[in-house]
């Protein structure tokens, strides 16, 4: 298996601009979570899905952010507009629901997102 | 607020020697987790240690739990320049749709060849 695929890997983007940050997770995993991760906050979770429907997304910091998943082998985590202060880097991770999702997660590589 | 603080922030050691990093929690558990991570990459799982267990080993690496006192410690010994990276504990709480991993701040654990 793959693991975890994020796109893009970097983005560069101008402030008012509109961002989408692309994950698949792995094959068979039905929970999906985005994180997003930097110095001061560390990391952070957003969002997450279950069976494509999300559960608990109390931990986007507004309404500038939205998630979705269409179907089980895609998600999107957009930022309409962007800011400076969304600067991070956005990881999304995956689990098998089996256990729950507190067993292990497996993390894509991210995406550093610089806003300027 | 972080449900799990590691302890130390930062930890510099020499190759070889063992390295320990602790984990304080402040609400109930069912289970903690410790994840790694290298410069520039995503988080990797390590070890899972149930609420009631008190300790588990897998390779060089060996996690403690004590409940009564809400902490963790991993140990990692015989270390090697590879094992530089942040480490990271995460502690599964609550239950139902309120059930959720919550990460720390990490431990910078740098390995001096």
């Known amino acids: 298996d793959a693991g975890v695929i994020q796109s893009p890997r970097h983005e560069v983007t101008e402030m008012g601009q509109e961002v989408t940050l692309r994950c698949k997770p792995i094959s068979g995993h039905d929970y999906l979570f985005w994180y997003r991760q930097t110095m001061m906050r560390g990391l952070e979770l957003l969002i997450y899905f279950n069976n494509n429907v999300p559960i608990d997304d109390s931990g986007m910091p507004e309404d500038r952010f939205s998630a979705k998943m269409p179907n089980a082998s895609f998600s999107t985590l957009k930022i309409q507009p962007s800011e400076p202060r969304d600067s991070a880097v956005y990881f999304c991770?995956?689990?098998?629901?089996?256990?729950?999702?507190?067993?292990?997660?497996?993390f894509g590589p991210g995406t550093r997102l610089t806003v300027l | 607020s972080q449900q799990g603080e590691e302890d130390p922030q930062a930890l510099s050691i020499q190759e070889g020697e063992n390295a320990t990093m602790n984990c304080s929690y402040k609400?109930?558990?069912?289970?903690l987790q410790w994840y790694r991570q290298n410069s520039g990459r995503g988080l990797v799982h390590l070890i899972l240690i149930r609420s009631n267990e008190r300790e588990k080993h897998s390779g060089r690496l060996r996690v403690t739990l004590d409940t009564s006192k809400k902490s963790s410690s991993l140990l990692i010994t015989a270390s090697r320049a590879a094992d530089t990276a942040s480490y990271f504990c995460?502690?599964?709480?609550?239950?139902?749709?309120?059930?959720?991993?919550?990460f720390g701040s990490g431990t910078q654990l740098t390995v001096l060849p």
């Open positions: 995460a502690t599964d709480q609550g239950s139902g749709s309120a059930r959720q991993l919550t």
């Open positions: 609400t109930s558990i069912n289970n």
């Open positions: 991770a995956s689990s098998r629901g089996l256990a729950g999702f507190y067993n292990e997660q497996f």
